[in-house]
């Protein structure tokens, strides 16, 4: 009897799990990634932080690819106690973007005017990247740092991980104390 509730249990958490690391990667869903801005020169060098997020439904991840806010990218970024959103980007419309090479995250291309650009060169806007400039009111790019980005998990996954931990730790409990018990 003992035996076969700590099978079903075990089962359970299992199905969890392998349900919660084995999703369909064919699906669309929407992606989100966090950033680092590390401004190590300028007016204001400090670490800043921001997040994108996006639908992949239509990425090949073959070759270089582009998502703008009309595939769903949202973009947030606090920079000197100002959030800043996608639509302060100065062309909004046509950008923000991301930018992919065979499917692996290149960086933004972002622009606010007279704030800051975070992309690849100025002169290179179809291309994000991971470089950071500060712009000043005569439209002068003075790069100040770079940028870094992390796929953030999604909470499905986290999840069900956690879960399986914690019913594989229960469960060991569990045989320990009868251990200790018979």
């Known amino acids: 009897m003992k035996l076969a509730k700590n099978l079903g249990i075990a089962t359970i958490a299992a199905t969890i799990s392998v349900a919660a690391i084995g999703a369909n990667p064919t699906q669309a869903a929407l992606v989100n990634y966090g950033f680092t801005v590390n401004a190590t020169s300028g007016d204001n060098p400090g670490q800043y932080f921001g997040s994108f997020q996006y639908d992949d439904s239509t990425l090949t991840n073959t070759g270089l690819e582009t998502l703008g806010v ?81 796929k953030v998990p999604e909470p499905l996954a986290v999840g069900g991980t956690a ?20």
Do not use: C, H
Not at 97 to 105: D, L, Q, R, Y
Not at 121 to 148: A, L
Not at 163 to 182: C, D, E
């Open 70 to 150: 009309e595939n769903g990218l949202a973009v947030t970024f606090n920079y000197l106690g100002t959030n800043y959103t996608e639509v302060d980007d100065a062309d909004f419309n046509s950008f923000p973007i991301a930018s992919f090479n065979n499917g692996e995250v290149l960086g933004l291309s972002y622009f606010v005017a007279d704030q800051f650009a975070i992309g690849s060169e100025p002169n290179t806007p179809d291309v994000g990247g991971n470089k950071f400039f500060v712009i000043d009111q005569s439209v002068n790019t003075t790069q100040v740092g770079t940028v870094s980005y992390a």
């Open 163 to 182: 879960i399986a931990g914690v019913m594989g730790l229960w469960m060991q409990r569990k045989k320990r104390a009868t251990k200790v018990v018979g």
